[in-house]
């Protein structure tokens, strides 16, 4: 299985971007996913999540503007970031733990950066 991120780029403050991560590969279900972020000389740091059952959750400094989605049949998940500030600017990360056969595996998908920025 792998994850593809996409979606990335450079914004104005106040703008909107929608960043996709898409699995592929062999049969698999969705538990879980998430987004992550990083920057420079940080931890990486949960944005949000989504759990099999749909509930979500977000951090504190992006709800309200952030939303994260999921599309069981494009197998994609979504996370669309409106109003954003500088402070967003980061390394984006989706991170998936999926159902293979019997197993539970986790998955992360390569980084798309978010520049937020006039």
């Known amino acids: 299985v792998q994850l593809q991120a996409s979606g990335g780029g450079l914004v104005q403050p106040g703008g909107s971007l929608r960043l996709s991560c898409a699995a592929s590969?062999?049969?698999?279900?969705?538990?879980?996913a998430g987004w992550y972020r990083q920057t420079p000389g940080k931890q990486r740091e949960l944005v949000a999540s989504?759990?099999?059952?749909?509930?979500?959750n977000y951090a504190d400094s992006v709800k309200g503007r952030f939303t994260i989605s999921r599309d069981n049949v494009k197998n994609t998940v979504f996370l669309q970031m409106n109003s954003l500030k500088p402070e967003d600017t980061a390394v984006y990360y989706c991170?998936?733990?999926?159902?293979?056969?019997?197993?539970?595996?986790?998955?992360w998908g390569q980084g798309t950066l978010v520049t937020v920025s006039s």
């Open positions: 991170n998936c733990f999926l159902w293979v056969n019997t197993a539970l595996r986790d998955y």
């Open positions: 989504i759990g099999s059952g749909g509930g979500t």
């Open positions: 590969g062999s049969s698999f279900r969705f538990a879980s």
